[in-house]
């Protein structure tokens, strides 16, 4: 009973697996009076019981059985049948069930021996086992009784430092999404101050640490400003790291080939030839020019960009080709729009129309309009990003939402 009540309290006390199980099987052990004892635990990928732990008064002995490696199919050996029955076994040494694979490899020879599964509700975890009592005798009832109590302990130990070590895997990752979402943030841009009564505003909130959503201003030599919004499929590490890629590959190109329609025929091949086809991509290029405010745009699957002014709200009809990344050669086509004063034009990601609330009622397009109407001027952007997180108040977000706004002041 001691025994029993120091090995509780080392499993209160004790976190690490290594340190608690050797503990444990030293207990067992010792309480019944065991040459030797051994914890086998269940590789459920290959369906066989390995060694994990062992132990032997003689010296070297564990060594050997630890170093050869030792393996038991489901039900070879006196081990292999308690793991498949899942009922505790004492026999004598003479029992035609023993394996004697271990025993000719060491030269320890089994006399007698208990066998207890180590389970944990109906889970199999793996089997323990003392052999041969010092007395020379067979095991007791008493004994079969107490290292079934200390294979209930071991298996509480298994599965709390399941638990442990899934924890601690949850706070690496944590800490890895974090420093990749600080990472992230730093790829946006810093919004320029534009000429000629012009401004821009834009935001991104990825659903999770890290999101798919993205969007960038690049200024180029001859005064115009290339913009867009993009949306990698899926959301997470995998979609920013895409994500990633696609921000490299425009700001490689945009200063040399300015068109956007050109800029995704460049995308799309980087994409099937780069990426494998594993993800695809929507993006909405905008090239604004201030000195004559014109806009250029061109869309690979993305929505449709919107122009809001004085309570008129409208789509603008942007021819759209596929998604960047399924197949070659896609054509994309050019559409140029002037922005009258106090005219905004917003490229938003399917994470704002998409929202949804605690009754799982999506925000929509129409409520998108709606609020856009009811504002009688730009710009748009925040009140549009703030009725949506209202929209999804207390709710995880399902996706990433992501705005950018250009608009002129009212002449």
Known sequence: MRKLIQANQMLAQTESLPELLPRLLELAQDVTEAVASSILLYDSAEHVLRFALARNDTPGIAQQILEGDFTLRMGEGIAGTVAVTRTSVMCSGDDVRINR?????????????????????DEL???????????????????????????????????RSKLLE??????????QLQAAARIQQAFLPKLPTMPNGSHIWATSKPAIHVGGDMYDCISLSDGRLVTYIADVAGKGLGAALVGTAVWSRIRSHVQIESSPSNILKILNEMLL????NSLFVTVCIAVYDSRNHTVTLANAGHLQPIVASGGEVRELSVSTGLPLGIEPDVPYIDTLVELQPGQAILLLSDGITEAYDAAHVMYGDERVMELLHAKSEPPYGEALMAAVDLWQ??????????VLEVWRDPS
Do not use: W
């Open 101 to 121: 694979v271990a025993d000719a490899a060491t030269g320890f020879k089994t006399r007698s021996l208990i066998c207890v599964p180590i389970l944990y509700k």
């Open 125 to 159: 975890l793996g089997v323990a086992q003392v052999l041969n009592s010092h007395s020379g005798e067979d095991f007791t009832t008493e004994d079969l009784e107490i290292l079934e109590s200390f294979a209930h302990l071991a298996g509480v130990a298994l599965v």
């Open 273 to 276: 030839n780069d990426m494998e």
């Open 393 to 402: 108040e207390g709710v995880p977000s399902n996706d990433d939402k992501t």
């Open 166 to 175: 899934a924890l601690l895997e949850q706070e690496r990752m944590t800490v």
